[in-house]
């Protein structure tokens, strides 16, 4: 379907991917885990939450919609097991591997840890997005994970007997590339990636032992080997997202310094950025950083920051002109037609999450597509205040 970034909004607006899973599909999950309902029971759930998630979606008024994940055990884990327990799990993988991170509320998320090769992922981004787009009658966006994070299934200090980090990592740059050729092989309008433990890599977490290892600037070259396989066309719609994450309204590296990662994140030769900033306390100074640092040519595109103007862990809900209002302070130091608008992470990146801060998943998905409506608008009324033509329909 054919997607102009600049229509109906003037300034181009998205969203980063997930929304929560209805309370149903998460019991849906525990009770599949537990052998009490088959996959196809299980699918029957997701599939009634992506058809509801895309109807609530078009009815924002997004110029792009998401389905929601609601699909993917996570955001991290999709491409490896059916469910964040571990039921499924794809080959040459156990239980028990690295932290991807420990949250501020005392809450970790764990990643499996590869034993043996060739790494090669069970599910595709694609393979749910072609179930997906049937239902929408909009451009819709997909989210993949980063090469940096699965390569965090490799074991930190010690060699796999008969498959090398090469060779690992290797197999996971096609594995990336394939994910994302894929999606856009089934519709994807535009494709995102998932980089949040860009700023994590930073924070140097005594409990967890990787993020005290530099390993940025070798995540950003994982990123770079797999967009420098697309043409600069191709890139235009390609992003990347980057966050303190997102889960159970927690955050695992909000006290790490933008001023630390950006001048590297902008590195990434992608088309555009997804980057939180909502929850920031100093904003403008963030905005600042992005004007320096984000280039109007990245090996042959133009890279467009859309600035975090939602926080999806706070269930207040931001006014129109509230977002407006950001975009204008943003607009004196980013190029405005270099400014986009997005929310600050997913509103949940993982299938079970209880919401805690806003009571209930149900109550967290109303109070999300009443926040993402409230960002299409703002959005458009910015548009408008610095004159930016939103191009007339076909």
């Known amino acids: ?40 029971d299980l699918e029957a759930e997701q599939e009634a939450a992506v058809k509801d998630s895309i109807s609530r979606f078009e009815d924002t008024g997004s ?61 595709y981004a694609a393979d749910t997005l072609a179930k997906s787009i049937k239902f929408a009658t909009r451009p819709i966006k997909q989210a993949v994970i980063a090469p940096s994070m699965l390569a965090l ?23 990336c590339e394939k994910d994302i050729r894929g999606a856009f092989d089934v519709g994807a309008a535009c494709v995102s990636i998932d980089f949040t433990e860009g700023r994590l890599a930073l924070r140097e977490d005594s409990r967890n032992p990787w993020t005290g290892r530099g390993m940025l600037p070798h995540f950003i070259g994982l990123i770079n080997r797999v967009l420098d396989r697309f043409s600069a066309d191709e890139r235009v719609n390609i992003g990347v997202h980057t966050c303190p994450g997102g889960d159970r309204d927690a955050v695992h590296s ?18 555009y950025f997804l980057m939180q900033n909502k929850s920031e306390r100093d904003r403008d100074s963030v905005y600042k950083l992005v004007g320096e640092h984000s280039r ?29 209002d950001e975009l204008l302070a943003a607009a004196k130091h980013i190029p405005k037609e270099r400014l986009g608008a997005t929310d600050d992470c997913g509103f949940s990146p993982f299938s079970i999450d209880e919401k805690p801060l ?5 109550y967290a998905r109303d109070v999300a597509f009443e926040k993402i409506t409230n960002r299409v608008r703002g959005t458009a009324m910015a548009a408008e205040k610095l004159g930016i033509h939103v191009p007339a329909a076909v």
Not at 254 to 271: C, E, K, R, T
């Open 63 to 123: 110029p792009i919609i998401a389905d929601g994940e609601q699909w993917w055990s996570s955001f991290a884990t999709y491409p490896l097991t059916d469910t964040l327990a571990g039921t499924g799990l794809t080959d040459h993988l156990a239980a028990g591997g690295q932290y991807f991170a420990i949250f501020s509320d005392g809450h970790y998320r764990q990643l499996p840890k590869l034993v043996g090769g060739p790494f090669r992922y069970k599910t």
């Open 358 to 362: 806003h009571g209930s998943p149900d």
């Open 254 to 271: 909000s006290d790490v310094p933008y001023s630390a990662l950006l001048p590297s994140l902008f590195q990434l030769n992608a088309g």
């Open 1 to 40: 379907m054919a997607y102009d970034l600049r229509s109906e909004t003037g300034i181009p607006t998205q969203p980063v991917g997930s929304l929560p899973r209805p309370a149903r599909l998460q019991e849906a999950y525990a009770d599949y885990d537990a052998g009490r309902i088959s996959k196809d």
């Open 153 to 175: 299934l490799y074991p930190l200090d010690e060699e796999l007997p008969g498959y090398s980090r090469e060779e690992f990592e290797a197999d996971l740059v096609n594995e």
């Open 296 to 324: 109007d040519d990245a090996n042959g595109v133009a890279q467009i920051v859309h600035i975090g103007v939602i926080n999806p862990q706070n269930p207040r809900i931001e006014s129109a002109q509230e977002v407006c």
